[in-house]
């Protein structure tokens, strides 16, 4: 298990979830790991949306951070225990959870 961050300052490829540059420790978040965006980005996360096959451990949105996750047309597909959002940013998010 690690913690990757959000950073999606690749060139060319900002914005994409699936780049390994766009995370520190550089490499695309993998089973059990901790994904935090951080409260002082601003970044959107607009690519690579469909993460559903990889469990990660928690998806964590900080207070502050302002990016936009993903769109209407196109949500950021994710498997996670946990989520916690305290972000300001829009955000289109598909746990693939069905409420009874």
Do not use: C, H
């Amino acid at each position: 298990m690690a913690t990757k961050q959000w950073i999606g300052t690749d060139t060319g490829n900002e914005g994409d979830y699936s780049v390994a540059a766009n995370w520190s420790p550089s490499g695309v978040p993998a089973a059990a790991d901790v994904v935090i965006l951080p409260g002082s980005s601003s970044q959107a996360i607009t690519a690579g949306l469909d993460q559903s096959a990889i469990a990660l451990a928690s998806f964590i949105v900080e207070d502050g951070f302002s990016g936009a996750i993903a769109t209407s047309a196109a949500y950021l597909e994710i498997d996670s225990n946990s989520i916690r959002f305290d972000g300001s940013g829009t955000a289109y998010i598909d746990t693939g959870s069905n409420p009874a």
